[in-house]
């Protein structure tokens, strides 16, 4: 199967990387030019007692870049001292025009400007050493470009304002080159600054210009903002989400159940996809549902893939406002059916009739599965409503081995999928109902989203009926590590006949990767006590019941559109091909020009 867009998105993640610590970068900075110091000192003591070091200089040479009979070239005044200047002028220049910049960002960025530097000059040595004014002059205008190319993409993608930060090296450079050649050094090194300052924006223009020609976007703006995102919280993506996004018009399926002398249960099914990441968008969908009603709410996974993200956290409002039409005037019913399970082909059904309306939870485990599209689920509830008003269908989203491709609609698995359901709502329809109880639970657990469990914990409700008891547990967090989902029912089926394990997919326990699902950061064996623990809260909380169901239309909610996310995928990743070749065909003329410079002021 080809790989769809959210999967090509979440292999990016491979360019992501942790910045070290400010103190190890500026250790090498310090241990660099030393070194150099030291190979230099050598050198100078091994040359004659007169200490003087005769070489034929050209004109240009002795008239702009000279240098001196007696020099010794300084790594720490060349190199050490403008990369510790840049690591402490960066940041705060930054932040004073409103963006933010880290310290080890900075020591980083410096460092790596540093080692450039290095095997820019030093390469003259392969030459001759009267280049090497030459090319230190050269690589103080690569450095500049450099640090004007990254400080767009990671702090401010306005090229104008990044110019000041992007010169603090190669600017103190240009002083220590006038320190160790002459005053000259600096009208040569300026001329450079400006050769490769353009050919890097050029290049930034060029980098740019797929995103903008395809969804009106700036590429390192958005960069910017999911980089402000990951180091403060900031929620600057949601206004380009908006930007690309479009309008939908979903169904969601709610249970009500009135109990005696307890609190009510919702039990609510959400065709709207709980991500992208963090708290972008609707990633905090679940609990934003389930703290917006005084009922116990568990709010499981309905059919979207990541083309129904939310564009922002606002858009869950208009989810709030029709799940509270839906429940008004509502007609409640004592009787359910007893729960059943129905298989076809890798797809398994856990099914059961409430009142006039039915649920039906889906799996496919231990097949590996990803996101169920929307359509597939649009076509059973449409297939489902000649026999039931109300249909709800819920992808339980509990096993995973690697980032996949959602369930697209006409495959072999879709297929499967929808037999299932149909016969499991059939066997529904023909089966009786009885007076049933209902009984909830709600547990939260010591563990983080890096761990891969979402804030609302462990939900449990249990259902009996006849004397036979389901239980559906709901885990927040975004899928489910292979073979973890069978550990847990093995236990839980000493308390229910019936049960399936369910996940949220709420993605505040994704930043940067799609990949953190339960039980991958903590074995099973260490929560599954907290998974026993709710279930037996919940049979323990059993009461007479009635229930309602109701159908809400989600309006006008603005989500990421359809094929969105595999446009945006194809689009960088088009875009990362050309980057190399692009890169090197400017920083190539870039040279040449240098050249063509240093040939006019021979002249």
Request: net charge neutral.
């Amino acid at each position: 199967m080809a790989q769809g867009g959210d999967v090509k998105l979440g292999q990016l993640t491979k360019y992501i990387f942790t910045a070290p610590t400010w103190q190890r970068s500026l250790f090498l900075m310090i241990l660099l030019g030393l070194v150099i110091d030291g190979a230099n000192a050598r050198a100078w003591l091994s040359l004659p007692s007169s200490g003087i070091i005769a070489f034929p200089l050209p004109t240009v040479i002795s008239d702009y870049l000279s240098l001196p009979a007696t020099f010794l070239f300084s790594g720490t005044i060349a190199f050490t001292i403008p990369a510790i200047a840049a690591l402490v002028l960066t940041k705060p220049v930054i932040e004073y025009s409103g963006k933010t910049m880290t310290w080890n960002r900075s020591a980083l960025l410096a460092l790596a400007c540093t080692v450039f530097g290095v095997i820019i000059t030093l390469a003259a040595m392969a030459v001759s050493i009267t280049l090497v004014p030459l090319c230190y002059a050269i690589s103080l205008g690569f450095i500049f470009g450099l640090r004007l190319f990254v400080l767009t993409a990671i702090a401010d993608y306005r090229v104008p304002r990044m110019i000041i930060p992007a010169l603090t090296q190669s600017g103190v450079g240009v002083l220590a080159g006038m320190f160790l050649f002459t005053p000259a050094f600096a009208v040569f090194a300026l001329v450079l600054h400006i050769v490769f300052g353009l050919g890097f924006a050029i290049l930034i223009w060029m980098i740019e210009r797929p995103l903008r020609k395809a969804f009106k976007i700036r590429g390192l703006a958005f960069v910017n903002a999911f980089i402000a995102h990951m180091t403060d919280g900031s929620k600057g993506m949601e206004d380009f989400f908006r930007e690309i996004g479009e309008e939908v018009f979903v169904p969601q399926v709610s249970f009500f159940f009135r109990r005696t002398g307890a609190k009510p249960v919702m039990f609510t099914i959400p065709n709207l996809h709980p991500g992208p990441m963090g708290e972008i968008g609707g990633g905090n969908l679940p609990k934003i549902l389930h703290d917006s009603f005084d009922d116990e709410t568990l709010v499981a996974h309905g059919c979207a893939t990541h083309d129904f993200n939310l564009v922002s956290e606002s858009e869950s409002l208009k989810v709030i406002d029709a799940l509270k039409k839906s429940r008004q005037d509502l007609t409640y019913a004592a009787g359910a059916g007893r729960s059943t399970l129905v298989t076809t082909g890798t797809v398994q059904v856990l099914c059961q009739r409430f009142g006039d309306s039915v649920l039906l939870v889906t799996t496919r485990s231990p097949h590996r599965t990803e996101d169920v599209d929307f359509s597939i689920g649009s076509t059973i509830m449409a297939e489902g409503h000649r026999l039931f008003p109300h249909v709800a269908v819920v992808d339980a989203h509990n096993c995973m081995t690697d980032l996949s491709s959602p369930v697209l609609i006409a495959t072999q698995t879709a297929t499967e999928y929808q037999q299932a359901s149909i016969e499991a709502m059939e066997k529904c329809r023909a089966a009786p109902v009885h007076p049933f109880r209902i009984g909830a639970s709600h547990i939260t657990v010591p563990y983080s989203r890096e761990q891969g469990f979402g804030d609302l914990g462990i939900l449990v409700m249990m259902v009996e009926v006849d004397g036979q008891r389901t239980a559906y547990i709901l885990i927040d967090g975004n899928n489910m590590a292979a073979g973890v989902r069978e550990i847990i029912l093995e236990q839980v089926h000493k308390l229910a006949e019936h049960a399936e394990v369910m996940t949220t997919d709420s993605h505040v326990v994704n930043t940067i990767t799609g990949k953190n699902p339960v039980g991958l950061n903590v074995p099973v064996a260490e929560f599954l006590p907290y998974v026993m623990q709710a279930v037996r809260a919940a049979a323990d909380d059993l009461a007479p019941s009635e229930t309602a169901a109701a159908t809400a239309h989600c309006e006008h909610v603005v989500v990421f559109g359809s094929n969105r996310i595999s446009q945006l995928a194809s689009t960088v990743n088009a875009m990362l091909v050309f980057v190399a070749p692009l890169s090197l065909a400017m920083l190539l003329l870039a040279f040449l020009l240098s050249l063509v410079a240093y040939a006019v002021m021979l002249k």
